[in-house]
């Protein structure tokens, strides 16, 4: 299974971005979704995820929406009033099932947000 990432790019503080993210292969279940992000010099951190809820970090909330596609098996994430410290590369991530593996987690290429103020 492969994690395909879009969207991304440059914006101005309180512009919006959109990312998409659509899973591919054969024969897998999708169980959940999220997307993540890493600023230089900083952790991986979970932004937000959807499987059988919704759950954001704090800092977006309110203006981050992750939203699911079941039957394309396709994730986005609408980000809107973007501000400097939300520049990070954002990385899909799926916890996935297959025959072959179970469940599993998955990560998709990175993309870059840059938000200038």
């Known amino acids: 299974v492969q994690l395909q990432a879009s969207g991304g790019g440059s914006v101005q503080a309180g512009g919006s971005l959109r990312l998409s993210c659509k899973a591919s292969g054969r024969a897998f279940i999708v169980n959940s979704f999220g997307w993540y992000r890493q600023a230089p010099w900083k952790q991986r951190e979970l932004v937000a995820a959807i499987g059988r809820g919704t759950n954001y970090t704090d800092s977006v909330k309110g203006r981050f929406t992750i939203s699911g596609d079941n039957t394309n098996n396709i994730v986005d994430l609408q980000m809107n009033s973007l501000r400097p410290e939300d520049t990070a590369v954002y990385y899909c991530?799926?916890?996935?099932?297959?025959?072959?593996?179970?469940?599993?987690?998955?990560w998709g290429q990175g993309t870059q947000v840059t938000v200038s103020s």
């Open positions: 991530y799926g916890n996935i099932w297959t025959p072959t593996r179970g469940s599993s987690d998955h």
